[in-house]
């Protein structure tokens, strides 16, 4: 769906923390046909890539379903509560030692087995770096008064 660049550099050992919101908006087709619309399902790939050279995917988190309930009703089917509310989705990794690339990025994809339903909307990717600290190194912790 999206690919975004982190322009800030990385290095081995950091560690980042990416989060998302996603809000569900699907609703049924047309149709009295069985089953449920799914739900939003998506992967976010942390990506390494060297000039002239294929990305790599360096590390991939898939959000699973997205949060339903289906204890209202609506046109004498079960109606989704969570349409229109967004959800958070974060996650941690570590970059190791041997993922050395020119440039890195994050990719949105969708994870949904199919396209009856899983009709969303993404908003405010983040990408939070830790700092790099590397061992015996001296750090001023200030507490506010």
Same mark, same amino acid.
């Given at each position: 769906m999206v690919m975004l660049p982190i322009k800030e550099g990385v290095c081995q050992y950091t560690e980042l923390l990416v989060t998302a919101w996603v809000n569900d908006m699907t609703t049924w087709n047309g149709d009295k046909g069985s089953g449920k619309p799914l739900p939003p399902n998506i992967n976010i790939n942390f990506i390494g890539q060297n000039e002239g050279e294929n990305p &790599? &995917?360096?590390?991939?988190f898939t959000s699973g379903d997205a949060l339903t309930d289906y204890s209202a009703t609506y046109?004498?089917?079960?109606? $989704?509560? $969570? &349409?229109?509310?967004? %959800? %958070? &989705?974060?996650?941690?990794?570590?970059?190791? $030692?041997s993922s050395q690339f020119e440039k890195y990025f994050i990719e949105v994809q969708n994870n949904t087995i199919h396209t009856y339903g899983a009709d969303y909307a993404i908003d405010d990717v983040r990408v939070y770096k830790k700092p790099i600290l590397k061992c015996g190194e001296k750090v001023l912790v200030q507490h506010p008064l």
């Open positions: &790599v &995917v360096l590390h991939r046109d004498d089917r079960p109606a $989704n509560k $969570n &349409v229109g509310k967004w %959800q %958070q &989705v974060c996650y941690t990794m570590a970059i190791n $030692n």
